[in-house]
């Protein structure tokens, strides 16, 4: 149940009220920020205090006076707070994460008639109170800008852009102009596409509270034209999901077109074929919980704090959930087409970087371990395949080293310990990298080509590759990105491609490619799109953000 932010301007406004001569001074607040000998945490009214690192020198430098109150009053900052709290989870964050609860059962009490006897213990409220509030400030202050959590600790190939910023100096300054709330509002990304998702939060909460969406029973294929018992329920269900427009329907159970039509759309929506058939993945797609899809949107918010600030007004985004990728200017896309991931196995990793130039009829240097798993069984089997495929073997990886008979390798004896050899595939459509790849080094050696298996783009779940992104329209995108470099027209280009000739271009203008991980978004007219979680990432996020808030609960009830 969200708080009433009323209720809590009531309590501070009563507080603030009987707040006269016990203002809590350094006597009060010093000894609560020493932790106990031996110990490595401080807690305030069994709160853990997570900002312990910054919390002493934020009030060394102002002589541990209070923050957030003054002269007996509590001061404005205390009421943005407290507002901006209530307002967590329209960010997908929790507002018992920030001692809302405790800091709420400290309002009474200080608000309470007093005696001269009990001004020492209303001081020492008081402290509490305070370190409370800066603890919460911090805490919150850091989840909006980074995330709660560190991707790079519960998954593999994935790197946050976590800039560390001590907020305490941030703080102290917003308390002098009075600007706490200002500076709460800027933190969270300030991208469209955040605001959007946080839109179409709002809205499936609102189905949530209005009592969600129907389950339809299992049973046999849903086909146009069919008659069946449950097509009225289907009907309810694409209606409170705005698929299909709302209508006089009666209790008919025929599979009409318009039904037909509403399916194709959620289908869409959901990254399912979108043939306008119920089968059994379009079925656990429709029964998904609002509770579930509410979660999964809270998971992307998340997401969404890990990534850069600044995308760059001309960028290039990959969304691997989605199998896609975009180029974008200005907010806008400029041009779409189909990719081509990583299998589960070799997933393909989220980072940003930098495009800095591309090559024209590549060579592929197989990677060792592509090359033990994959290649050697299949030379092993047919002494042909090297030959067939245009591959040539080196004696090593050196960039000199001599160039080896396939003939007089012993093919049978090599495995993992002792593959010394660099197999090398010749340029051409041949190639497994197609006839271009677009290069931003980096870590994992991955990168953007084209591909010699232009059927696989023709698959809905494209998880093919072994880490690498293979793109469905490579002319397209080398266009766009020499648009500025003569002589570099399309047909230059694919002369270039056709030349066979190995060729390397630098970029004029290095274009930052995001490489993605989305499984929930709003499209740009506020339409809410899901994915399936390929790499099974949901999960575990959903489980460290649950840890540290030491609860448990069912998806979606975080905010709820």
Known sequence: MLFNITLAGALLIQASAAWTAAVPDVQAILPRLLAPDG????????????????LPGFYRQRGYHP??????????????????????????LFPESYHLSAIQALWPALSAPRTAGEIPDHSRRLAELDILLTDAFLLYADHLRTGRVNPETIHKAWVAHHPREDF???????????????????????HRDYQRLKIALRSLRGLADAGGWPAIPPGPTLHPGDRDQRIPLLRQRLMVSDDL??????ASDLFDIPLMTAVGHFQRRHGLKADGVVGSQTLAALNVSVGQRIRQVELNLERWRWIPRDLGPRHIRVNIADFSLKVMEAGEPVLKMAVVVGRDLRRTPVFSDTMQYLVFNPYWNVPFNIAVKDKLPLIKEDAAYLASHHFRVFASWQPDAPEVDP???????????NFRVRLRQEPGPHNALGQIKFMFPNPFAVYLHDTSERDLFSQDVRTFSSGCIRVANPLGLAAYVLEDQPPWSPESIQAAMDSLQHKVITLKHPLPIHLLYWTAWAAADGTLQFR?????????????????????????????
Request: overall charge negative; some cysteine; hydrophobic content about 35%.
């Open 168 to 190: 305490s100096g941030r703080l102290a300054e917003a308390l002098e102009h009075n600007s706490v709330g200002d500076l709460l509002d800027r933190l969270p990304p300030p």
């Open 67 to 92: 923050a957030w109150s003054a002269n007996g009053r509590v001061l404005p900052a205390a009421y943005d707070l407290l507002a901006a709290l209530y307002r967590a989870p329209a960010e997908g």
């Open 245 to 250: 427009a709302p209508q006089v329907i009666g």
């Open 532 to 560: 399936n979680d390929i790499y099974h990432r949901d999960p575990p996020l959903d489980q460290a953000l649950r840890a540290r808030l030491g609860q448990s609960g069912s998806p979606g009830a975080e905010g709820q």
């Open 407 to 417: 003939a007089t390798v012993d093919w049978a004896g090599l495995d993992r310990t």
């Open 39 to 54: 110990q490595r945490r401080l807690e305030c009214r069994g709160e853990l205090v997570c900002s312990l690192p910054q």
